[in-house]
């Protein structure tokens, strides 16, 4: 293969990896986030009512 077109191929493919990471962060984020937030006030509620 054409030296030229497949370091273009390796870069859309990395391109591709750095995109699809970056959205796996993002949902591990969101899904994390809001139990976060439940526990802290859970903690707080049983600490205020103790």
């Known amino acids: 293969m054409n030296a030229e077109l497949e ?3 390796m870069q859309h493919h990395a391109s ?5 990471a970056a959205e796996q962060r993002r949902v591990r984020k969101a899904l994390r986030g809001p139990q ?3 526990r802290h006030r859970s903690f707080f509620a049983r600490f205020r009512s103790a």
């Open 16 to 20: 591709e990896l750095r995109r699809a």
């Open 7 to 9: 370091y273009s191929v």
């Open 36 to 38: 976060a937030e439940r």
